[in-house]
């Protein structure tokens, strides 16, 4: 067994420590330039760069490229954690996997109009396409009145409208992560930010997101891993920030612009949610 | 004779030019985005030449201004394919369905009126034709237009398949009745299929499935049944048009609140694999969903499959047996998923799928196993070659 050289203890999410003491073992079920995807039964671990901070369900790597490269993992390959590391195939990431130091949470500003529709230009402007705003203008599986209506009946406080609608936008549209569960990704992230900093989140977002936990299953088991994730408040680093800074903490193009480099139109899809979920608490 | 084929979409003209009846084809091209002020695309290939030209962010706003694209490459002096616009003797178009119409007409005004008569039942197909027709009309005005329709090859549907159980008043008043679609595939289907077996008497079903899907029953070469109805929203699920449905469940919706604009939306718009999915309208992203776990994308696949198993053995009770099933269109030729669930179904009839040679499929290909006793090919059905040719039988008796 060839063992991949670590010098340095790796940061993991709750889940990521969680299968590591559980001994479990699974499989390598996509490989990508920037993440390791394996599952244990129906949970995700993803191995990614440390720029993408907290994942929940992952082990942030200094090196992901270089692992991977190293590692020369092929989809089907087993994955156990041991006492040496995490074996992957006939190799060992041999690892300490420890929580991550979060920093304090900036203040930040009420929301205002000016800063979400300054938000909103700026992911427009960056060339946003594809994805969810494609599902909407053809109103793809009733993508527009989806999107529409879950805002509509969110601020209406119709819980059950409003949860009709979200899980209509499950797994709707193309690729890893679809459009629908990243919008939701955003939709959810946003209001968990808003009601950690105390503001008003409308009540009916958590019946909303009871019934989209209890559909996860009309998607894929990765996105499923992101958007349940999301739901059950646990912390996303890049997407925690992004939303933060929509609410008025610091500069928002640095975290907005990380976001938007994710996937094909996957960051966009976040936004656009996390934008819209800014409106619905304005 | 030189005889030009065009395919019109919603927003895409696709352009054949052929030499008949030796079926040579001078030059392909393609525009899509019909209906773009800035961005849309247009590839135009000298098939003589290999040369291709390929332009995007183009304006064409309107048909015309597609077809003036094509036209004007086809009189290229460097393309060397025409000196003269009249040397396209006729226009073939693969129409779909006109009211009282059901082969291959001259597109005169009686004809296009038909058409309109029909705008209700086929507006996705027939809108665009319309529009693209009336363009030619006037560019071309020394063609002859032909209208070679969709449901010319179906004509031979017995009647106790063709009708359905409404009040005989209906089909003679209005014409309510199965006419079938997709004609020019499963004639061609038809017409080759005794070129690779040999055989002149067969029993076969043609599937063509695509963005578009239907079964057609083929008896010596001759339609005997198939998928499609009345319109082209009914048989198997499509891409996002809902198939076979009950009737009643119009009214009961629209006691339900709803209006007829939004089910007809809803039938023809987000029903079929993207309304059961909720993924997408292209089967490929459902099978990629459905193999990520995505348990709605996979009951997508499981009912166009059940759909699919259905007709095959209805008409083969039908016909009393079956030599051959075909696949063709962009999920039959491409989908080998779909194939192996179909053919593995079908293992009660003595169909038996070569696994290795349904996963190496390049184009036309038989893909049974030794020993099935019903031969499976996938099929490269070339529906403008199947106009071309009607055109060029059309214009010699007119």
């Not at chain 1, 053809?138 to 609608?165: I, K, M, P, Y």
């Not at chain 1, 008003?200 to 499923?224: E, F, M, Q």
């Not at chain 2, 996705?124 to 319309?130: D, I, Q």
Request: aromatic letters at 8%.
């Amino acid at each position: 067994m060839n063992t991949v050289s670590n010098t340095k203890p790796l940061t993991a999410g709750s889940i990521a420590r969680r299968l590591c003491n559980a001994s479990a073992a699974g499989e390598v079920c996509g490989v990508f330039s920037h993440a390791v995807y394996c599952t244990f039964g129906d949970e995700v671990l993803l191995l990614h760069g440390k720029e993408w901070g907290e994942v929940p369900f992952g082990i942030a790597l200094d090196d992901i490229v270089a692992f991977r490269a190293a590692l020369a993992a092929e989809v089907g390959d087993t994955v156990a954690f041991t006492e040496r590391g995490l074996r992957i195939g006939a190799q060992l990431l041999a690892c300490t996997l420890t929580a991550p130091e979060r920093p304090a949470a900036e203040r930040f500003a009420l929301p205002g109009a000016e800063r979400i529709a300054a938000v909103e230009s700026y992911v427009h402007t960056s060339g946003a396409q594809g994805g969810i705003l494609d599902c909407i203008a053809q109103n793809r599986a009733h993508a527009a009145e989806s999107v529409e209506t879950l805002s509509e009946a969110l601020r209406e406080g119709d819980a059950e409208r409003a949860a009709a609608a979200a899980v209509r936008l499950i797994g709707l549209g193309r690729g890893l992560t679809p459009s629908g569960d990243d919008y939701l990704c955003g939709f959810f992230t946003l209001l968990a930010a808003a009601k950690e900093h105390g503001m008003n989140v409308p009540s009916a977002a958590n019946a909303c997101a009871d019934a989209v936990l209890a559909n996860l299953d009309r998607t894929s088991r990765i996105s499923a891993a992101y958007l349940g994730n999301a739901l059950r408040g646990e912390h996303f680093t890049v997407y925690d920030r992004a939303a933060r800074a929509l609410l008025g903490a610091g500069d928002f193009t640095q975290h907005c612009a990380f976001v938007l480099r994710m996937g094909a139109s996957s960051g966009t899809d976040t936004l656009c949610g996390a934008i819209a979920a800014a409106k619905v608490i304005l | 004779m030189k005889i030009l084929v065009c395919n019109v979409g919603s927003t895409s003209l696709k352009f054949k030019l052929y030499e008949m009846p030796e079926k040579k084809v001078y030059a392909t091209a393609k525009v899509e985005r019909v209906g773009s002020e800035t961005d849309a695309i247009y590839s135009f290939t000298n098939v003589a030449t290999g040369e291709k030209i390929e332009k995007d962010h183009l304006a064409v706003p309107k048909y015309k201004d597609g077809i003036a694209l094509f036209l004007s490459d086809l009189l290229d002096k460097k393309q060397g394919i025409l000196d003269d616009i009249k040397e396209i003797s006729a226009v073939g178009f693969k129409t779909v369905l006109a009211k009282g119409h059901h082969g291959v007409f001259e597109l005169n005004e009686e004809v296009l009126g038909a058409m309109r008569d029909y705008l209700f039942i086929a507006p996705a197909h027939n809108r665009p034709y319309l529009d693209a027709i009336g363009e030619f009309q006037a560019m071309l005005p020394d063609a002859l237009l032909v209208g070679s329709f969709e449901t010319a090859f179906h004509k031979t549907i017995p009647m106790e398949r063709r009708l359905y159980a409404v009040p005989y008043e209906w089909y003679e008043q209005y014409g309510i009745q199965r006419f079938g679609f997709h004609g020019h595939s499963h004639e061609y289907t038809a017409r080759h299929l005794p070129e690779l077996t040999g055989k002149t008497s067969f029993k076969a079903v043609s599937c063509h499935l695509g963005g578009s899907s239907s079964l057609c029953a083929i008896e010596d070469g001759k339609s005997v049944d198939c998928s499609f109805g009345f319109t082209p929203q009914t048989g198997l699920p499509h891409a996002a048009r809902v198939g076979d449905i009950d009737a009643y469940v119009v009214p009961f919706l629209i006691n339900e609140g709803l209006s007829m604009d939004e089910i007809t939306t809803a039938f023809s718009k987000n029903g079929g694999l993207l309304g059961i999915s909720g993924v997408d309208s292209d089967l490929r992203f459902i099978e990629e969903a459905a193999n990520g776990g995505n348990a709605r994308a996979k009951l997508a696949i499981d009912m166009l499959v059940a759909s699919i198993v259905k007709y095959i053995g209805s008409f083969y009770a039908e016909m009393g047996g079956l030599d051959y099933i075909t696949f063709a269109g962009g999920i039959g030729e491409n989908s080998k998923t779909i194939r192996k669930m179909v053919c593995e179904k079908l293992g009660c009839f003595g169909v038996k799928l070569d696994e290795e040679k349904n996963n190496n499929v390049h184009g036309e290909c038989e893909i049974s196993a030794a020993d099935s006793k019903v031969k499976i090919y996938t099929i490269a059905t070339d529906e403008e070659q199947m106009v071309a040719m009607k055109t060029y039988e059309y214009s010699l008796e007119h």
